[in-house]
């Protein structure tokens, strides 16, 4: 209904005398839901927006609109209200046309077309295959896969993808720490490094390589320790001294053999994240490794980025690094692509994956990350514009922490030290429905706590339940109808809408109607909240109105338009809930 009116209202603009708008073309009308239906269904600013321009009287603008409209049959009225919003009252036949769509249209309900096929990628997780998820990383799962399903709703192609950080320095740190405790099971006596994993998930990697390989990969522990400078807390650096440990493996093992280590250590994790990502619903199209930005006969994506950034002449050499002039598009300062030794920094990385994304032909490039990762944005927007691509079309929604709570108690937080509630750990004892309702209840920019016992509780005061609950009562309702050998009868109740005229049923007609404006803002604001919001306030409704009123009634053509109006209100509470990756019971 709110895009017949913004049509009715475009309609109107093209049809005012030439010369009233003047030359430049009007903006796209926005229309809104009205708070309060005593100024009608639906309003309109768009008299007051160009009345600003044209230096016109909004209200004398607003009424020329309303005479240009075209006549519908669905808008009863139209009024003028305040300083010229237009507030348009819709006929009873609108809501019940729209119901009507509701159950002609089912799963599809809702969804639209605004994305028009255009190719969207949505990055998102991408944790580093240093250890399991936890229940930060839960919250990147839920918040991306929702923003890739609301994408998908609206129209686009959606591509989602998680960027496998399977390079540099801490899968190095990886590595030696699977290898410690490998000679620990050797029977070794390892002091183990203040920096290295210390988790109990590596032992049974370790353990692992220890039953493919035996005592192959075995060292002497004073060959492994001698002269290495002192580690923390004994006055040392843990920095140096885990570097200096990492150098050692690779000078004992060989590069061939610490790549064997660092390859079981990574197709461990990354198996694990694989397989807890796939048990919480979360699917990836493909898992991007950094390795391959470095490969292929061209040299590959890094490369790439470079030769283009050359041949913009957008970077200069400076104490034999080389350099990026990123303050040129708006960066704070140069970023340094190669670096004197003639390693390519992790900028460098990041540039040439997005290049990479604009190059297999995706428009938007949705890169989901950490709060503390603010710097990321203007850095890559740089690099993107100076290779030639529009810096807009990175979107870079960012996820504030979790801080998760047991029995009233906040629960201590860390990975390198292994002080972390894993996300498998949160799945099982929560469920996953729980878990993706909750990690998208809040805006993705705000912190979230995670009550654990609020989660399993089954009550109303589990947002989940609230809204699992009425979906399951709904189907209760059209069991109990069957079972008194009155089973719902869709046409007679389509056909007797008009006899829903009661307050309660109106609030549920709006509420369920609301459904397709939601996805189009939930995914225009990437806002997966919204959706959880919304459904909330449909469950609220349908609550209100099983309390009012009863559904299974002697006259057949009211109760088949009760159940009717209940039954579309299953399919959108069923349809926003796929969204967020919940389910919807049938029974509780």
Same mark, same amino acid.
């Given at each position: ?8 209202? #475009?309609? *109107? ?14 903006? *796209?009308?926005?229309?809104?839901? &009205? ?38 049959? #669905? ?18 036949? *609108? ?30 997780? &991408? ?41 540099? =320095? ?51 522990? /004073? ?105 040129? +598009? ?62 807009? &079309? ?14 009233? @108690? ?14 498998? @750990? ?10 993706? +309702? ?9 912190? #979230? ?60 007609? =709006? ?5 397709? @404006? ?42 088949? *338009? ?12 069923? /349809? ?9 019971? @049938?029974?509780?």
């Amino acid at each position: 209904m709110k895009s017949l009116i913004e049509k009715l209202v #475009l309609d *109107a603009l093209a049809a005012l005398p030439p010369g009233t708008l003047g030359d430049a073309p009007p903006p *796209a009308p926005e229309v809104e839901r &009205s708070r309060d239906t005593a100024h009608g269904d639906f309003a309109c600013n768009i008299a007051m927006r160009l009345a600003r321009s044209l230096r016109a009287n909004p209200r004398a603008l607003a009424q020329q609109i309303v005479q240009a409209l075209p006549k519908n049959d #669905l808008i009863e009225k139209t009024e003028i209200a305040g300083p010229g919003f237009i507030n348009f009252f819709m006929t009873p036949a *609108a809501w019940q046309a729209e119901l009507t769509r509701v159950h002609a249209a089912g799963a599809a309900y809702g969804r639209g077309d605004r994305g028009a096929g255009r190719r969207a990628i949505v990055e998102f997780v &991408s944790a580093n295959p240093t250890g399991p998820l936890h229940v930060g990383h839960g919250r990147h799962a839920a918040f991306g896969a929702t923003v890739a399903n609301l994408l998908e709703a609206d129209g686009w192609s959606v591509h989602r993808e998680y960027y496998v950080n399977d390079a540099g =320095r801490q899968m190095d740190i990886l590595a030696a720490s699977v290898w410690l405790r490998y000679l620990e099971s050797c029977g070794e006596t390892i002091r183990f490094p203040a920096n290295g994993y210390r988790g109990e998930y590596i032992r049974p990697i370790a353990a692992a390589f220890h039953a493919a390989h035996g005592e192959a990969f075995r060292k002497p522990a /004073n060959a492994v320790f001698a002269g290495l400078p002192a580690d923390e807390p004994d006055g040392g650096d843990k920095d140096l001294y885990i570097d200096a440990v990492i150098a050692r493996a690779k000078e004992l093992l060989g590069a061939a053999g610490f790549r064997i280590v660092f390859d079981a250590g990574l197709d461990e994790i990354l198996a694990d994240i694989r397989d807890d990502l796939e048990g919480f619903g979360v699917r990836f199209d493909r898992w991007y490794s950094e390795q391959d930005l470095g490969d292929g006969r061209d040299g590959g994506p890094i490369d790439r980025a470079l030769q283009r950034l050359r041949a913009h002449g957008h970077v200069f050499e400076l104490e034999g690094a080389m350099w990026f002039r990123a303050t040129a +598009f708006g960066d704070e300062k140069d970023r340094v692509v190669i670096r004197a030794n003639g390693q390519k920094t992790y900028f460098a990385s990041d540039i040439a994956y997005h290049l990479d994304k604009r190059e297999r032909g995706f428009e938007l490039l949705v890169t989901i990350l950490g709060a503390d990762h603010h710097g990321y944005v203007a850095r890559v927007r740089a690099g993107l514009a100076a290779m030639g691509e529009p810096p807009e &079309s990175l979107q870079v929604p960012m996820v504030q922490f979790v801080t998760l709570f047991k029995g009233g @108690e906040k629960v201590a937080m860390g990975k390198r030290e292994a002080q972390f509630v894993t996300l498998r @750990e949160l799945r099982n004892e929560v469920g996953n429905d729980s878990a993706r +309702f909750i990690y998208v209840m809040r805006s993705n920019d705000q912190p #979230l706590d995670f009550d654990l016992e609020l989660a399993k509780k089954q009550s109303n005061d589990n947002p989940v339940y609230y809204v699992q609950y009425a979906h399951a009562r709904i189907q209760s309702v059209l069991k109990q109808a069957a079972e008194r050998g009155l089973p719902f009868d869709r046409e007679s109740g389509l056909a007797s809408l008009s006899l829903l005229a009661d307050a309660q049923e109106r609030a549920m007609m =709006r509420e369920i109607t609301r459904w397709p @404006e939601i996805i189009q803002q939930a995914a225009e604001l990437r806002a997966p909240h919204m959706v959880v919001h919304y459904l909330r306030e449909l469950a609220t409704a349908f609550h209100a109105y099983y309390n009012a009123l009863p559904f299974i009634v002697e006259d057949a053509a009211l109760r088949n *338009a009760r159940l009717a109006l209940i039954v579309a209100a299953r399919q959108v509470l069923k /349809n926003a809930l796929a969204l967020l990756g919940v389910s919807a019971p @049938e029974s509780m």
